[in-house]
């Protein structure tokens, strides 16, 4: 029996005399396997960004808000508010999935002076859009600091009178930014009275961030648009003597959790908080982790029907292989006669085009690996996903232009080990 070098040796070498059939043979091969490596390449990617989604906190919050149970007398917007006793009761009982609470306290909502609000320095004015926040807060959002730090926990627990500015604001108040502005006092107007803060910490405010309106500033009769500062959640109950109302707050899970883990807690969180709740409301919960698993299993499907097709490119492949490993054998049937009256087994035949057809598949297979990964790379760019190589999907590939070429080579590879010496060596 002739060994496996000498049988890789004449297998190259009948594919090498005929590049061009060659080619064609290996095309469907090369399609079938590009396919499959960037289609999973971008499955991958795809997990990836969403994975990276559910761990930014941004998109794993949860927003919790009451509202009017349908079907009920309207009893006015006043008592459709958040129970805080008992959302504390609640966010207690799943704590340990929990991150925070994330409470904002709009002026916007406190006010109709609101417009009228501002900050100022004995030299600057800036007119200002204030939020008072909870320890949450910080947690969910992704402000940088240009200077300072956020809220302690006992700035927020007190109510202390700390305020955080833009980056805006602080050049407008001191000329520049820099630790130079922390500590500075800056003396606020809001809810219709002068109070005096000290600067914690200053933040790049968002590039797309405006409110809801321009508005006329009262000191230079232009329109202007707001930036926003920060406050202690704690301090609007300390300046104010009353415990603000609240129609939604933001349920800060615990970071790196599973997007199943949110949408349990999500429910958690509307069964406990709505078996306590008067009969005229209910309270409501969502996630845009619920989006996120919709648009996943969407992906799913549409990488489903993707990959069916390249399983039926490959499937093509297996059978062109098959096909020119007859016309090969046609071909070369005196050289089987040949070989055959000087001694060669069925058992050498069989191996030596088996052989053959696996070698075919294998380079078109190598071939459609190196375009898969250009193909990926090009679809995760256009995609705006995160490129993955999944080194499973390369050695499954390569195991597959195996099989393949053992699976469709068989038969033809048969066919010529069985052949007549006499009847091939007559042949024409």
């Known amino acids: 029996m002739t060994s496996l070098h000498e049988n890789l040796s004449v297998a190259f070498a009948a594919i090498m005399a005929n590049k061009m059939r060659s080619v ?33 906190q941004g998109y794993a919050n949860i927003t919790l808000y009451a509202s009017q149970k349908e079907g009920t007398e309207n009893t006015g917007n006043d008592s459709i508010k958040i129970d805080q006793d008992l959302l504390i009761e609640v966010y207690n009982k799943h704590a340990s999935d929990c991150d925070g609470i994330s409470s904002v306290l709009n002026m916007e909502s406190l006010t109709e002076d609101w417009k009228d609000d501002y900050t100022k320095t004995k030299r600057n004015r800036t007119t200002t859009y204030f939020r008072f926040t909870s320890d949450g807060f910080w947690k969910a959002s992704k402000f940088t600091f240009l200077a300072g730090k956020p809220f302690t926990p006992n700035d927020l627990r007190n109510g202390a009178r700390y305020i955080i500015l833009t980056d805006a604001q602080a050049k407008n108040l001191f000329g520049e930014i820099s630790e130079d502005c922390i500590g500075q006092t800056v003396e606020c107007y809001f809810l219709n009275m002068y109070s005096s803060f000290t600067v914690r910490g200053v933040i790049k405010q968002p590039i797309d961030f405006t409110l809801s309106s321009n508005y006329i500033d009262p000191l230079t009769g232009k329109f202007v648009e707001a930036s926003v500062s920060y ?25 790196g959790s599973s997007g199943d883990t949110i949408l349990q807690l999500i429910e958690d969180f509307k069964t406990d908080m709505n078996a306590k709740a008067p009969d005229y409301m209910e309270y409501k919960a969502s996630s845009a982790v619920d989006y996120i698993k919709q648009t996943a299993e969407t992906s799913r499907n549409q990488f489903l029907i993707t990959a069916l097709v390249a399983a039926i490119a ?10 020119i490993m007859m016309v090969s054998i046609t071909e070369r049937t005196r050289e089987i006669g040949t070989r ?3 001694g060669a087994t069925n058992a050498s035949l069989l191996f030596q085009f088996i052989t053959e057809a696996i070698l075919l598949c294998l380079i078109g297979g190598l071939i459609g690996i190196v375009f898969g990964i250009i193909f990926g790379i090009i679809a995760c760019r256009v995609m705006d996903v995160p490129y993955v190589l999944e080194p499973l999907s ?16 068989y038969y033809p590879a048969s066919r010529a080990a069985k052949m007549d010496p006499i009847e091939a060596l007559r042949y024409e």
């Open 231 to 255: 406050m202690p959640y704690k301090t609007y109950e300390v300046m104010t003597g009353k415990k603000p109302d609240l129609s939604e707050v933001t349920i800060i899970p615990k970071k």
């Open 24 to 56: 064609l043979t290996m095309l469907g091969i090369i399609i079938g396997i590009s396919a499959v490596i960037t289609i999973v390449s971008i499955g991958s990617g795809q997990g990836k960004k969403m994975q990276d989604q559910m761990n930014n």
């Open 394 to 409: 390369i050695i499954i590939s390569v195991v597959f232009s195996l099989l393949i070429g053992g699976f469709f080579g």
């Open 314 to 323: 490959l499937l093509v492949g297996g059978i062109g292989v098959m096909n």
């Open 340 to 342: 055959k009256a000087l």
